[in-house]
Structures are given as structure tokens and as C-alpha cells.
């Protein structure tokens, strides 16, 4: 099994769909997650952490449910320009150090 | 303040050449991060530096790959003796680190090498 696993999509919506992506990690000891946005040909950029009592920043809430190893990502009322590829996080093995694993990530595409 | 710098940019060179990549961490950042990307593909970690620690070269992917840091400054990666399957995006990335309790990795915009 993959240290972190996502489902590559695409996830093809309308504008102001809301859509919910999920990543699974193996590491029962992870303690750090997070989304990361990449659009094409750029870098990753930090979206949000997510915190065990879960986040939400505007139309994007995070949640951790430690119970079934997942996090999950959720955008509201989606825009154009959420369209990107949404990459999860995790601090994976202790011995790892500061180390994140990174799931190869899940693209979006939002439509007129 | 300023983020992650890379350079150069991109890079053309001919293969059996030797390159090398710079990355320059935001300030007061203990780790730095070496990942390579393949056009389509995921983020593969090769290298981490966390403060004066030996660093964690477990993904470089051959000995043609070495990477160093000078305490917590600048970091340059280099590859040997290129070949083609080394055209990828090299993506630098640093944080505060362990010692600052924050993993949070913050990412430069990458060296484009392409090797012909």
C-alpha cells in the first residue's frame, strides 16, 4: 500500500459545484497534513494545514478523521480558477524527521 | 518577505554534461527539501537537510545525484554525467523545520533541466 494515496480524477464540475476530494495515508503516527494547489507547469502552493478539529478557510474546509487515516478537501461554490491539480501532505515516519510524503494528486477542472 | 529562489530557471544541456541547481531557502528555515517532477507525474522526493544533521539522501536516484548545504543557507543539487531521463522539474522546497515545531513546506518555482 501507498504511504499516501489520492484518486487522480479528474473531477470534471460546473461553476458553484461543490466538490470533495479524499487522501488516505498509511501511517497510523502521522501528525501533519496538508493541501497543497498546483497549477500547470508552476509549483506546488500551500492551500491550507489541517488541524484535527478540521478548517475552513472561505469556500475550503479540510478535515482529518484519524479513525480511518483520510483527509479530505472540500470547495464550494467552485470557481474557474480553482481548477489545478490538489495534492495532500502527510508527515510521515518518525524516524522521516520533518519529512512530508506527497500523493500525486487529484486534478480539478471546473467548467463554464 | 522573499519565498524559495531557484536558479537558473531552466537549463539546456547536452547529455554526459554535468549541471548544476541552486536554491536559496526563506530565511530562518532549518529544513530544505530536493524533489524531482517528471512532466505528469507526482513530486519525488530526493534529498532533505534539516540543520546541521547528516542529510536524508534516501531518494537520490543514482550516485550521479549529490546535494549539499552549507549550515542553513543555500543548497545547490548536482547531477553528473546527465542523461536523458534526468528532464524533469527540480523543485526545491524549505521550512521551519522540527526545531520551530512547523512543517509547513514552502516551494520555489523550480529549475527546468532538460538534457538532449
Known amino acids: 500500500r501507498k504511504e499516501v494515496e489520492q484518486d487522480p480524477g479528474p473531477f470534471n464540475v460546473p461553476e458553484g459545484a461543490t466538490v470533495a476530494f479524499n487522501c488516505t495515508y498509511s501511517?497510523?503516527?502521522?501528525?501533519?497534513f496538508f493541501w497543497y494547489r498546483q497549477d500547470c507547469r508552476k509549483e506546488p502552493k500551500l492551500l491550507m494545514s489541517?488541524?484535527?478539529s478540521g478548517n475552513e478557510d472561505g469556500r475550503f474546509t479540510a478535515q482529518l478523521n484519524r479513525a480511518s487515516q483520510y483527509i479530505s478537501l472540500l470547495i464550494r461554490d467552485s470557481k474557474l480558477s480553482d481548477s489545478a491539480t490538489y495534492l495532500c501532505?502527510?508527515?510521515?515516519?518518525?524516524?522521516?524527521?520533518?519529512?512530508?510524503?506527497f500523493g500525486t494528486g487529484t486534478r480539478l477542472a471546473v467548467r463554464p | 518577505g522573499a519565498g524559495v529562489s531557484q536558479s537558473p530557471s531552466n537549463k539546456v544541456t547536452e547529455k554526459g554534461k554535468d549541471v548544476e541547481l541552486r536554491c536559496d531557502p526563506i530565511s530562518g528555515h532549518t529544513a530544505l527539501y530536493w524533489y524531482r517532477q517528471r512532466l505528469g507525474q507526482g513530486l519525488e522526493f530526493l534529498i532533505y537537510f534539516q540543520g546541521n544533521s547528516a542529510p536524508d539522501k534516501s531518494g537520490l536516484p543514482s550516485d550521479r545525484f549529490s546535494a549539499e548545504r552549507t549550515g542553513e543557507s543555500v543548497s545547490t543539487l548536482t547531477i553528473q554525467r546527465t542523461q536523458q531521463e534526468d528532464s524533469a522539474v527540480y523543485l526545491c522546497?524549505?521550512?521551519?523545520?522540527?526545531?520551530?515545531?512547523?512543517?509547513?513546506?514552502?516551494f520555489g518555482p523550480g529549475t527546468r533541466l532538460t538534457v538532449t
Open positions: 501511517n497510523s503516527a502521522s501528525q501533519s
Open positions: 501532505a502527510v508527515n510521515g515516519r518518525k524516524s522521516s524527521g520533518d519529512k512530508l510524503t
Open positions: 489541517v488541524y484535527s
Open positions: 522546497a524549505s521550512s521551519l523545520g522540527r526545531d520551530r515545531f512547523s512543517y509547513e513546506q514552502y
